[in-house]
């Protein structure tokens, strides 16, 4: 494992472990639509940057970059908004929750809550099979889903994302998020992978939440929005 994996998440993802979920398109590709928007070029050549536009227009959809800096619009696409991400990876050991806080695994059943949660509060993009990336967890209130976190990218081997961290407004505060986050991290050490997650770069509470559970940051990345001109 190598965190200059890292460096390109979705191009790393997409042509390694989680290549079986790749829809190629020459030297771009992107994960099957079910899963999620993310999308990625092998460089800015203009070979690379035509398949990336092929990509984005067959797509009929906005597609999602995490790169370095902003990602240039290929010729017949535009961009649609950019937003500055912090990548964050949790290495050694850390003073993890042990409290399990009434977690448990969510199936095929919950779908529809998790749906619903996930896009009320967006904490990424969210499909129709996003939850079927890696485990994902909850907390709930009698019948009612009240927060989740799950597993999301797999760059290389050894490399986990924690991800889909949301939790209803009216159940913030009660420290829901940092037992499902503990969870998550526990279950990936205890599989021998070094557990990492991405947040944006403005949201101070959840990297202040991140950095108390032992993640430091990796570097700043950049999310580029693309859609068909």
């Known amino acids: 494992m190598s965190t ?3 460096e390109r998440p979705v191009w790393s993802m997409l042509n ?3 290549g079986h979920l790749a829809k190629s398109f020459g030297l771009a590709v992107r994960i099957d639509p079910a899963f999620g928007p993310f999308a990625a070029a092998e460089d800015k050549s203009e070979e690379a940057q035509f398949d990336l536009s092929r990509l984005v227009r067959e797509s009929g959809e906005d597609v999602w970059l995490v790169e370095r800096e902003e990602w240039p619009a290929p010729r017949g696409t535009k961009t649609v908004r950019t937003a500055p991400l912090v990548q ?3 290495r050694g050991a850390s003073d993890l929750p042990k409290e399990d806080f009434g977690i448990v695994a969510l199936g095929s059943a919950d779908v529809p809550a998790m749906t619903e949660l996930a896009l009320a509060t967006e904490p990424g993009p969210w499909a129709k099979s996003t939850h079927q990336y890696g485990p994902f967890f909850g907390i709930r209130d009698g019948q009612e889903l009240a927060a989740m976190a799950g597993q999301r990218m797999r760059p290389a081997v050894g490399l986990a994302e924690v991800s ?3 939790t209803w407004p009216q159940y ?4 829901m998020a940092r037992k499902l986050i503990a969870h998550v991290m526990q279950i990936q050490r205890d599989q021998g992978d070094v557990p990492f997650l991405h947040s944006y770069a403005g949201n101070a509470t959840a990297i202040g939440l991140y950095e108390s559970l032992g993640f430091s940051c990796e570097r700043e ?3 580029t929005v693309l859609s068909s001109d």
């Open 4 to 6: 200059k994996d890292l």
């Open 164 to 166: 889909g961290v949301c």
């Open 221 to 223: 990345l950049v999310v």
């Open 88 to 90: 964050m990876v949790a």
């Open 172 to 175: 913030r505060g009660q420290g």
């Open 16 to 18: 390694g472990p989680q």
